[in-house]
């Protein structure tokens, strides 16, 4: 049985306190992860963690960490949105640890989408 | 959902789409009596008693991107299948509650898993919502507010 402890309340203080920080300043970009029910039991829990992770390692002040409900392709889940400033955003699906991480590294780094993960381009809303 | 931790995360996000600007989540791990308690209590805009009704039908759902609503139909299922309870309290523009219990030991409760990582992605992706955690069990009470973060 997983339980906390005095440490486990320490380490999610630290981490949510640099996260916070990082909101601060002046967004670029900003990734979604989508959380609606389909989401987490498909494991938009651990694309999250693992956002949060690779952010706070990038040391980049300008990311924002968002999460938003089900799109409406719950079998495509986890998926995850990225946009970047003045561009439109970019809807990922069928994610894991390793394909947001290419996607981290390649789209909001560098800012070249990732043709291979990518679902659609654009808000589905506009169409 | 293989884990408590999940359906805690996914009822929160209820919360979180209600407006609330307080959510409380308690779990009560008491062994003794045989009881595991999973209680979450927000301030958003509530439910009308029709709407409580018909929230663990499958079928029904407030949202229009889909035409089924799982959430809360799922953590009742896995309280049920656990020997368990599962209740909503909601007034509108006052809240809602939801209530689930599981037999501790049953065969069929699912772990409560992961609850870190539900709670770092939470108080992460909603800075502006007062969280209260508290976590019950033999061994004390942990209190995690983020209004102290």
Known sequence: ?127 | MEELSLHILDVVENSIAAGALRIEVNITEDATNNILAIEINDNGKGMSEETVEKVLDPFYTTRTTRRVGMGLSLLSQASEESNGTFNIRSKIGEGTEVKATFQYDHIDRKPIGDLKSTFIALLTSYPEINFVFTHIDEDGTFILDSNDL
Request: hydrophobic residues 40%; contains cysteine; aromatic residues 4%.
């Open chain 1, 1 to 127: 049985m997983a339980k906390l402890s005095i440490k486990d309340l320490e380490e999610i203080r630290n981490k949510v306190k640099k996260t916070a920080m990082l909101r601060e300043g002046i967004s670029n970009a900003k990734i979604t992860v989508h959380m609606g029910t389909c989401g987490i039991a498909a494991g938009a829990r651990t694309i999250m963690n693992t956002v949060i992770k690779i952010v706070e390692e990038s040391k980049r002040d300008d990311i924002i960490v968002t999460t938003s409900g089900c799109a409406g392709f719950c079998s495509k889940e986890p998926m995850a949105t990225i946009e970047l400033k003045g561009e439109a955003p970019v809807k990922y699906s069928d994610l894991t640890e390793d394909k947001i991480r290419r996607i981290f590294d390649e789209h909001v780094l560098k800012g070249k989408i990732v043709k291979d993960y990518a679902l659609v381009i654009g808000s589905e809303r506009e169409l």
